[in-house]
Nanobody, 126 residues
Framework: QLQLVESGGGLVQPGGSLRLSCAAS????????VAWFRQAPGKEREGVSC????????DYADSVRGRFTISRNHAKNTVYLQMNSLKPEDTGVYFC???????????????????WGQGTQVTVSS
């Protein structure tokens, strides 16, 4: 059974950077669609970024494009989210999610993911 554990969250000032990690165990992520979602207080969960099988294709929400970068380390079975130029509106709990056989090409569709981590808090504040 695939298990996902996020880490790397914390408190950072606006303009700062963080790198989130999503470490997988139980199964390889090599054949999974993997995504990062976030949820701010009082808001719905939103897709941030995703990487398709093999990591050669990625996608980003408009709000983070150019600032966030998703990547994979196949040897470590880990997916990362490098977040630069952070803004207060990036604050929220960040989750990673994975699915072996996605039913939609829209990787922001959260309902298609059957494996989720517990989340890591990111707070951007001065």
């Amino acid at each position: 059974q695939l298990q996902l554990v996020e880490s790397g969250g914390g408190l950072v000032q606006p303009g700062g950077s963080l790198r989130l990690s999503c470490a997988a165990s139980g199964r390889t992520l090599d054949f999974h669609l993997v995504a990062w979602f976030r949820q701010a207080p009082g808001k719905e969960r939103e897709g941030v970024s995703c990487t398709v099988i093999s990591g050669r294709s990625t996608d980003y929400a408009d709000s983070v494009r150019g600032r966030f970068t998703i990547s994979r380390n196949h040897a470590k079975n880990t997916v990362y989210l490098q977040m630069n130029s952070l803004k207060p509106e990036d604050t929220g709990v960040y989750f990673c999610a994975a699915v072996r056989n996605p039913r939609s090409p829209r990787c922001s569709l959260s309902s298609q993911y059957d494996n989720w981590g517990q989340g890591t808090q990111v707070t951007v504040s001065s």
